[in-house]
């Protein structure tokens, strides 16, 4: 027992270093030099001080947005591998990610040109699209069982997954080629999002998914080697494994409608984690958290600077990263 | 074989008929590939707005028999057949149409085989710069046989546009950006027009200089760091449709209130421009480089 509270300590002490130095080194860095006594010289009135802009609303923001959605995907990847069992999951197996971009889709090319708190339709109509995908899955698991089948929930993940993939593309192709510029654009992911409203908007969302993760990573030690012996030692599995579904999908589609469906995180940070500390979900999930806020963090530098003034989709970035590593990580475990 | 010229009520023709039959007697005992009439067409098929409104401009509206499915202007295609666009031919409704050409863009090497197998001769159009907009509506005419036609409307394109260039030689450019998409109510997936493209050569020739005009792009993506950085004195945005309410367009051009620091958001000067003919490389260029202008000096060319 002080054996893992003392790995918890060290790998919180130092992930949670690499995330602090990401969120604050990232809005120092970037392609216009910037003076740090100017950021912060009150004297001159904001609206004059471009400094102080391009740290607070250009910069800050999207690191901040960084640190949430990485969090955000890495630790749902680590709840959604161990309730399926399956080290391949992502947050995005369960058709989370596709229902939230058929919504996005939908209101863009629908022309809603509404917001609200400086959350435009895109974002809340991805956050329904992403409940509505939830709410499928959910129904089709439990429809025939008294419990709460994985297998069902895989396989009705997946069909939605590739049912609204369908969906996306008809929508697309509907579309006119400014809106399906968008579209794709949405698909690659984005940190840029200028202002702290769609920030403060999924922010409860995930704090309360992360309650939720901090009450879960014990049962999910049990869980992930097998239901009945979880059951046996006095774990109620299905509860536990409702709180897992709806916690990691609620934060999923938060982190989505927030970022767009940035993909690797939610795969590689958490393998990339385990090898580093082990298997144990008390250290897993708090340390891919924190490894995940570093790493899209960064991954946003690289998006916004390599071609600058063009800016590159973060997605893109991740993608080139995690796939090539990851490749990597499975033949070296072979 | 009926041919169409006498069926849309156009000229019809018995030579042009006789002449027609008999390519199309060639057209069977040669090889297929063989082009069928060197003759002017008179049923045009344009999958490609901006040439539908080229043919329009030299007069050869009457020979257009069907346009694409973004095809809006002017007003007379509306009632003409739809035959799809650019990622999306109907081949089946071209061929049951019987033109004599089909403008499709120079991308759609697939088209232009099936079509070619029935015999019908395809112009491959392109997009490019400004100066090639009339420099292609003068080789389209040649092609219908409307040289002179096609010369005149594109001498009035260029003389037009070369009227608003004299009128603003020696003045001081502004650093323009013009935005050609965004997400609606947000600052997020800030799309502008870089230094290449007909967009970018009308901005210049509109007295701006275009803050990403180093780039050689069409289209980009910027962050709003970028923005800021580049600090442009005029925002010009294009938006495709009709004008919404004037509280909408008030509600959007606010949005941009998120970047005081921007000289155009702090002087006002952020221009949200609507309409179907700022995203179409045709005739019309000369009403967009109007517009810009008037945006840009409008000490010039009258308060907007």
């Known amino acids: 027992m002080t054996d893992v509270r003392r790995r918890l300590a060290m790998s919180m002490l130092v992930f949670g270093s690499l995330a602090f130095v990401a969120v604050i080194g990232a809005p120092l860095l970037g392609t216009t030099p910037i003076r740090l ?48 069992r399956n080290p391949l ?25 509404l917001s609200l708190w400086g959350v435009s339709a895109v974002t809340a109509a991805s956050f329904v699209g992403s409940l509505g995908a939830v709410g499928i899955v959910y129904a089709m698991a439990r429809a025939r069982h008294r419990g709460f089948s994985t297998n069902i929930l895989l396989l009705a993940g997946v069909t939605l997954n590739s049912f609204f993939s369908a969906l996306i593309l008809f929508v697309q192709y509907l579309a006119d080629s400014a809106e399906a510029l968008r579209t794709m654009r949405w698909l690659m992911g984005d940190l840029d999002v200028a202002g702290y409203g769609p920030l403060l908007a999924a922010l409860p969302l995930c704090a309360i998914a992360f309650v939720a993760f901090a009450w879960l990573p014990r049962a999910l030690n049990l869980l992930s080697l097998d239901t009945d012996a979880a059951a046996s030692r006095g774990v109620d599995v ?61 991954a946003d530098v690289v998006a916004r600077t390599a071609m600058a003034p063009v800016e590159l989709p973060v997605g893109i970035i991740t993608a080139l990263i995690g796939g090539p590593f990851f490749l990597w990580l499975l033949v070296r475990q072979r | 074989m009926k041919l169409g010229a006498g069926d849309s009520g156009f000229g019809a023709r018995g030579w042009a008929l006789g002449a027609c039959l008999s390519t199309v007697v060639l057209t069977v005992t040669l090889p297929a590939a063989a082009p069928r009439a060197q003759l002017a067409p008179q049923r045009v098929v344009s999958l490609v707005p901006s040439a539908t409104e080229m043919l329009f401009a030299m007069g050869a509206g009457p020979r257009v028999a069907a346009v694409s499915s973004y095809d809006h202007y002017p007003p007379e295609v509306e009632r003409l057949p739809r035959v799809g666009a650019l990622v999306d031919p109907d081949v089946e409704r071209i061929l049951s149409l019987r033109p004599d050409l089909v403008i499709a863009y120079a991308s759609q090497t697939d088209l232009r085989a099936q079509l070619g197998r029935a015999g019908i001769p395809v112009y491959s159009y392109r997009h490019g710069a400004l100066a090639d907009i009339t420099a292609g509506m003068r080789d389209l005419g040649t092609r219908l046989g409307l ?53 970018h050569d009308l901005l210049d020739l509109a007295g701006g200089r275009n803050v990403f005009g180093d780039v050689s792009r069409e289209s980009m993506m910027v962050a709003t760091e970028t923005v800021l950085a580049r600090a442009p004195e005029v925002i010009i945005e294009l938006h495709y449709s009709d004008p919404p309410s004037s509280d909408a367009i008030a509600r959007e051009r606010k949005t941009w209130s998120l970047l005081p620091g921007v000289p155009a958001v702090k002087n006002g000067r952020v221009y949200l421009l609507y309409g179907g003919e700022l995203v179409v490389p045709g005739p019309r260029v000369v009403l967009t480089a109007q517009t810009f202008a008037r945006a840009l000096h409008p000490d010039v060319f009258g308060v907007r």
């Open chain 1, 89 to 113: 999951a992502t947050p995005f197996t369960l058709g989370v990610s596709a229902g939230a971009a058929l919504g996005a889709m939908l209101a863009i090319t629908m022309r809603l040109h």
């Open chain 1, 37 to 84: 006594a100017r950021v912060f010289d009150r004297t001159i009135p904001f609206a004059d001080n471009v400094d102080a802009q391009i740290f607070f609303i250009a910069r800050l923001p999207r690191a901040l947005a960084g640190a949430l959605v990485g969090a955000t995907l890495a630790a749902a990847g680590v709840v959604f591998q161990a309730l399926l």
């Open chain 1, 238 to 298: 299905l509860r536990v494994q409702r709180v897992a579904f709806f916690s990691a999908s609620m934060a999923t589609g938060a982190a989505v409608s927030l970022g767009g469906p940035i993909g690797f995180i939610g795969i590689i940070v958490p393998h990339l984690v385990r090898l580093m500390v082990g298997a144990d979900h008390r250290i897993v999930l708090p340390a891919s958290a924190l490894f995940g806020a570093a790493f899209l963090v960064a």
């Open chain 2, 147 to 199: 040289e002179t036609q096609a010369r005149a409307a594109a001498a009035e394109i260029d003389s037009s546009l070369s009227d608003i260039r004299a009128r603003l030689a020696g003045r001081r450019r502004p650093g323009a950006m013009l935005v050609i998409g965004r997400e609606p109510q947000s600052l997020r997936a800030i799309n502008v027009s870089g230094g290449y493209g007909f967009l």
